[in-house]
């Protein structure tokens, strides 16, 4: 216990065999409640013993525990399968069905052989060294972080391996189990619960909020995964049974049990599951959380950190979210064709996507709505009538407080994959016959675009006030891009906005979602055009019951109000391409950021640098940093965080001389911050003139 200290707000002590800690669990947003509850978690140090002796709850500081859960094991599942690194560019890659090629699965087993308790700031780690899962090699960690009622346990496995593809599978398990109930809301929201302690055999099950929990007469357990980053990249958002509860699961975790999982097939496509190099630490996370109330009450208390599932409101800014081929347009047509109608099918009076991005809080929706490859060769006139449709129904779906807008993932004559965006309907076709006129008059329509090569496409941009910009750059159909064309005219152009974010490939050794495009961001900046990343979501079809929240990602706009449908959306552009935005996954708000009063996408006079930064959080956060640039190369400098205290915010007003960046001139700053289960916020950099 040397790299603990005894003033940490995690208290720990030895006591035969045992280790013993207790923390303050009630959260900030607690404090105006009498209770000033306290957590405990006992381990067992000694063999053939379940490793968690007691998980309880205390009502104040001095208080007994009352268990909750006695004698149990955390459960860790590795499936271990193959990358195919030839297909495409290495790691880099999305296009893999490593569930077609043979796999092996993995039960972790713990040999103790060494244990050492850590202070970090005012948090605790607790590492058990001697885990292992087929041939990955590590230890299992405990964090505990005051003022939160979160036990964060991590499976760290590492393999001398090449070409390692991983899912995994996580939850807690025991012999003699001592809670009285099990509950969960299904995917309608609905409270489900299963009496005792469920002695049939293990079943996966669909839940919302990816927490299930279990409850005796002291209190209730909630598991659940890290909420963006458990969910590799895949096409489709739907709700495979991420959770498992019963008896023996997988034939591998004896006991009776529950938990998160994934299924190995996923959604049947593209399956890249996790990257796993060489060498790396994967860092298998689980989330249990503790309450003195019911199981409702810990699902309750794990749903705040997700803030529901939902984007936040935060004044002055309007959220947006891009690139969805949810087809409605094809749906539509399909469906009036079956049902011999010319008007609204039925069934899509409210298309489900409109009510999910409803409750969710998302204001604003860019569909990606045509990206097939027929498109590019479809005539006249039916490409015509699609576009209309989807005018006429993003139209009719649009109200005061939701936006819906078309947009479409064309992928002609640039090369890649790109998105297009324009400020109000706007008629082309994405070809032109030799010969042909560019523009021509069509009744009812107006000017119609016929476009045939790169000249064409920056041409109609210029004329539309349109935006583009790189789909997925470096990966799938963009692979190279944008890259290949940082030096074209079309990209060079104001009418090309830079490239959007999303966390793809997955790799759980990295603390930061979607790092190549922040990586590309910089280059971007540094190549010395105002080139930003907005982030992307890019899945198909969406119903109210999918796991579209562990998919999603959101762009809160500096913009006061929502514009109409029939007026201009302009300002949607606008803020996107000055930089009048921040990027989340949801559980992080950057409310404030400014370098000597100036915001993203503004220009500050060079000197010192006057930060200031004010960010809304849930879970305790990891890292807050400053990524700046000078043209060529790119600096860190982080900002202090203390990792402790959940559901609360921060704020930092800090001078940074100029020597703060020695004999280094930066030309832009951005921010970026990250909380302890991999969610994240970033901005557009801002600018300092020099
Ligand atoms: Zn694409």
Known sequence: MSKYDPTSRVRVTKVDGKLILRWQAEEFSDAQRAANEHGELILNLSPDQPLIR????????????QPIVQDIDPVTILTVGERNLERRSGWTIFFDKVHKRPHTTHLARLELSSVQVESVQRSVRVR???????????????????????????????TDEDRRAIVYDAGIVSGTPGWNKTVWRDTAGQRQSAD??????????????????????????GVFPAPHKYFYPLDFA??????????????????????????LDGDNRFVPWFNAPPGTKQRLSAFY?????????????????????????????????????????????????????????????EPGFVKTFKDMGVEIVHLAEF??????????????????????????????????????????????????????????????????????????????????????????????????????????????????YA????????????????????DL????????????QDDMLNWGQKKYILGEVDVFKIEPDYELYGHMNVNYLRLDKIPRYQESWQPVLDCLSEGRYFVTTGEILIEEFTINGKRSGETAKAGSIDLHVQLDYTFPLESVFLVAGNGKTTRRRHLSVDREIALAGVGYDIRIPKSGFPDWNPKWIRLEAWDIAGNGAFTPPVWIEN
């Open 54 to 65: 007691r998980i309880g709850i205390a009502t104040n500081e001095s208080a007994p525990a």
């Open 128 to 158: 058990l060294d001697g885990l292992s899962a087929g041939p990955f090699k590590g230890e299992l960690v405990f964090n505990l972080y005051p003022a939160c009622r979160l036990i964060h346990v991590e499976a760290v496995l590492s």
């Open 196 to 221: 005792g302690f469920s002695d049939q055999s293990a079943r996966p099950l669909a839940l919302k909020h990816r927490v299930i929990a279990v409850e005796n007469a002291n209190g209730s357990l």
């Open 238 to 263: 739907n709700n495979f049974k991420f959770a498992w509860l019963g008896r023996d699961y997988r034939g591998l975790a004896k006991g009776h049990g529950f938990g998160f999982r994934q299924p």
């Open 289 to 349: 959380i503790i309450s003195s109330g019911s199981g409702q009450d810990a699902i309750d208390a794990a749903k705040r950190y997700t803030r529901d599932d939902t984007f936040k409101p935060l004044k002055g800014h309007r959220t947006f979210t891009s690139h969805y081929h949810v087809e409605h347009t094809l749906e539509y047509l399909r469906r009036q064709q079956e049902q011999g109608t010319s008007g609204i099918p039925e069934g899509l009076e």
């Open 371 to 484: 990206h097939n490859g027929r498109t590019p060769r479809l005539k006249t006139p039916e490409r015509l009538k699609q576009l209309k449709l989807m005018h006429d129904e993003c139209e009719r779906l649009s109200t005061r407080k939701f936006l819906l807008l078309p947009g479409e993932e064309p992928n002609v004559h640039l090369g890649g994959h790109w998105i297009s965006f324009f400020p109000r309907p706007v008629y082309w076709v994405l070809n032109r016959a030799k010969g042909a006129p560019f523009a021509t008059k069509h009744d009812g329509l107006g000017t119609v675009y016929h476009v045939g090569n790169a000249a064409d496409v920056l041409e109609l941009f210029k004329r539309e006030k349109g935006l583009n910009w790189t789909a997925h750059p470096r990966i799938k159909g963009s692979t190279g891009f944008p890259d290949a």
């Open 487 to 506: 030096k074209k005219d079309y990209y060079l152009s104001d009418t090309f906005l830079g490239t959007a974010w999303k966390s793809m490939p997955a």
């Open 509 to 520: 050794s990295d603390s930061r979602l979607g790092t190549r495009v922040l990586d590309l």
